[in-house]
């Protein structure tokens, strides 16, 4: 005969109270080295090196960085 394992429920997380405006304050800070190291990288591959800029927000990295990842793979498809 088994015996089947007993288990202790998982508790959800505590879900923190959304801030806007502290995500607003984030999105519309400096991009990261990340974004600027991948924008950079991703804009030479695109041959589009005027969409790196060195003072842009996180929100228009990130727009820009899946702008030229969308034409990179739309480029390989053919």
Partial sequence: MT???MTAP???PAMAPFDAEALLD?????????QALTLKSL???AYQPG???KDLT????ARRIQM???EIA???SF
């Fill in 3 to 5: 015996q089947a394992l």
């Fill in 10 to 12: 998982i508790a959800a």
């Fill in 26 to 34: 984030r999105l519309s800070g400096p991009m990261t080295r990340s």
């Fill in 43 to 45: 804009a030479i591959e």
């Fill in 51 to 53: 969409q790196f800029e």
């Fill in 58 to 61: 996180r929100a228009e990295a």
């Fill in 68 to 70: 030229l990842r969308d």
């Fill in 74 to 76: 739309l480029a390989d």
